[in-house]
């Protein structure tokens, strides 16, 4: 079943691809809300591989916490790769304002960063 989906593409995107095969013979959550309590359980481990320091487990359960996502939304019928590039253009947009407020200085406190961070989120 999982066999012909591309190793070449997007990580993100054969993620989606490997559950989207895998729900065709049943292996899927009957809705979102299961996806979503996985990518919560996954979190719980990720939290806990955190706290061993074990640079082995951590990057284990960080991509079982990622494939998770993909599998959310997935489940909620988006394309992953399309809300990451949204959020990734988010990201550099409202990083524009704080670069822009910090310009010029050559240590600012986070604190101060993360205002003009939420600046910029309340003026999109």
Known sequence: MLA???KQ???LMRAQKLASRAAKIGFDW????????????????????????????????LGDLLQ???????????????CLREANARFERRFAVVEQGVRGRSHVP??????L????????
């Open 30 to 61: 009957p809705n979102w809300h299961g996806a979503r309590d996985k990518v919560a359980e996954e979190l719980l481990e990720l939290d806990q591989a955190l706290d061993s320091s074990d640079v082995a487990s951590i990057r284990h359960e």
């Open 4 to 6: 012909g989906v591309p």
């Open 68 to 82: 998770a996502v993909a599998n959310l939304a997935r489940q909620l019928e988006l394309d992953a790769e399309q």
């Open 110 to 115: 986070l604190e101060e960063m993360e205002a």
């Open 9 to 11: 593409l997007p990580a």
């Open 117 to 124: 961070w939420q600046q910029a989120k309340r003026g999109e």
